[in-house]
């Protein structure tokens, strides 16, 4: 059974760094990309970045060049770092992936992330 479960959210002051991290069961880093989405007040939920499985990384716009999205194969945990946060970037984070065969979608519950101005 695929579980992932996001923590590292918090309250932070614009310029700040945060590291989110997913635990993630159920699933291997090899054969899964894994990805970070938000959902930000008023707008629906969003890509952020992702890893592949070969260790390919991609990251929207928004965060390009502030952020590092990584994996620990052994640990199965994905990171996402943030930094020089913006007010813009609050919001609930998401990690996501996918079974390969029937492409059904896994969630975890989130874990917010608020910056102050």
């Known amino acids: 059974q695929v579980q992932l479960v996001e923590s590292g959210g918090g309250s932070v002051q614009a310029g700040g760094s945060l590291t989110l991290s997913c635990a993630a069961s159920?699933?291997?880093?090899?054969?899964?990309?894994m990805r970070w989405y938000r959902q930000t007040p008023g707008k629906q939920r969003e890509l952020v970045a992702f890893?592949?499985?070969?260790?390919?990384?991609y990251y929207e716009d928004f965060v390009k060049g502030r952020s590092t999205v990584s994996e620990d194969d052994t640990s199965t945990m994905l990171y996402l770092q943030l930094n020089n946060l913006k007010a813009e970037d609050n919001g609930v984070y998401y990690c996501?992936?996918?079974?390969?065969?029937?492409?059904?979608?896994?969630w975890g519950q989130g874990t917010r992330v608020a910056v102050s101005s």
């Open positions: 996501n992936t996918e079974d390969q065969q029937t492409r059904r979608g896994y």
């Open positions: 159920g699933i291997s880093f090899s054969t899964n990309t």
């Open positions: 890893i592949t499985s070969d260790g390919r990384t």
